[in-house]
């Protein structure tokens, strides 16, 4: 399950995708107009999606948010791992956040692991084909 965090991202950047190429960056008090979103939590997940490189940010009175790259370059699976981290529901089947499992003896004989591996890549699948440009 996706955390309220990403969520509340997903909708950000899907206003900041349906502007994207306009001239002007958008405000935090724009982007709350158009989906209501709590101001400090959105501003708190902005700065931590300009910092994973999703956006970029001016200063000054035309100053806000815009979108680093085009939609279509940014697939969901990008997001969700920079707010929530592991897509996998195991850290023993995580691509990117690989950990072997504590109480397991051998990820060889390991039943419970070749189904967590299913679930990652049906997952996966949706994740990484599904772009920003696909939920404007």
Known sequence: ??????????????????HFGENSPM???D???EESLPRRFLESILLDLRRGGIL???QGKNGGYF???????????RLIRLIDGPIAPTL???LHFYGKC???VSEET???????????DANLNVYENVTLADII
């Open 67 to 77: 979108l680093k790259e085009s939609p279509n370059q940014i697939p969901l699976a």
């Open 27 to 29: 405000t935090v008090p």
């Open 31 to 33: 982007i709350i107009a």
């Open 102 to 104: 504590d109480d397991c």
């Open 92 to 94: 023993c089947v995580s």
């Open 1 to 18: 399950m996706i955390s309220k965090k990403t969520k509340y991202a997903l909708k950000a950047l899907r206003i900041l995708a349906k």
């Open 110 to 120: 390991c039943k419970i692991r070749p189904l967590m591996m299913k679930v990652r």
């Open 56 to 58: 970029q940010s001016s």
